[in-house]
């Protein structure tokens, strides 16, 4: 079974930097679709970015240009780095993997596999 953990949160002031990592076990050769999540207090979980195995990427709107998805194939990792951090940023973020390996959806239901957060905080 696949398993997701994530690492690299922490607190930072707007306009900074931080680099969040998934490492995953359990793939089956070439791996899935994986993707970063975030939820607020009081809000909906939202998809953050996702890339395939194919290398198709897809963004939220409002992280367009300061987040970037990459994955390391050999390495098993997914990192989600993310720049000119904004207090609406602030929120739980998880890695998640779907079962499959094509597609762009950033849509909860379509992963199966999920990490237990890691906290990002920016402080304005």
């Known amino acids: 079974e696949m398993h997701v953990a994530e690492s690299g949160g922490g607190s930072v002031q707007a306009g900074g930097s931080l680099r969040l990592s998934c490492a995953a076990s359990?793939?089956?050769?070439?791996?899935?679709?994986m993707a970063w999540f975030r939820q607020a207090p009081g809000k909906r979980r939202e998809g953050v970015a996702t890339?395939?195995?194919?290398?198709?990427?897809r963004y939220l709107d409002s992280v367009k240009g300061r987040f970037s998805i990459s994955k390391d194939n050999a390495k098993n990792t997914l990192d989600l780095q993310m720049n000119s951090l904004k207090p609406e940023d602030t929120a739980m973020y998880y890695c998640a993997s779907a079962s499959i390996r094509s597609g762009d959806s950033l849509r909860d239901v379509d992963y199966k596999y999920w990490g237990q957060g890691t906290q990002v905080t920016v402080s304005s």
């Open positions: 359990g793939y089956i050769d070439g791996g899935y679709r």
């Open positions: 890339i395939n195995t194919y290398d198709t990427t």
